[in-house]
């Protein structure tokens, strides 16, 4: 029913930039937090970033300063912003909703398939 569609990931090298989209769609009624994660290779999975509907964010101290998220309410999309990247922000970059598919439905958390970053030194 919900559909949630990353884009943006790829191979840079250390000090460059990329900008990760995240567009959710189906019978959405609405979209509260969004938020993106990333899991390194035998590593958890760990929170980067999320905004609220209202547009207050908060950020892991590892990604301070350095990456941005915005979103778009009128698309249900979530961006990523990531300057100044390091050899240690190589993972895969899941984006989360949560998403509600009706006024009385309950909210629910939707990921999506995730997408690669890498960055070489």
């Known amino acids: 029913q919900v559909q949630l569609v990353e884009s943006g990931g790829g191979l840079v090298q250390a000090g460059g930039s990329l900008r990760l989209s995240c567009a959710a769609s189906g019978s959405i009624f609405s979209v509260n937090d969004m938020s993106w994660y990333r899991q390194a290779p035998g590593k958890q999975r760990e929170l980067v970033a999320v905004i609220t509907r209202g547009g207050g964010t908060v950020y892991a101290d590892s990604v301070k300063g350095r990456f941005t998220i915005s979103r778009d309410n009128a698309k249900n999309t979530v961006y990523l912003q990531m300057n100044s990247l390091k050899p240690e922000d190589t993972a895969v970059y899941y984006c989360?909703?949560?998403?509600?598919?009706?006024?009385?439905?309950?909210?629910?958390?939707?990921w999506g398939q995730g997408t690669q970053v890498t960055v070489s030194s």
């Open positions: 989360k909703a949560q998403v509600q598919l009706g006024r009385y439905r309950p909210i629910l958390d939707s």
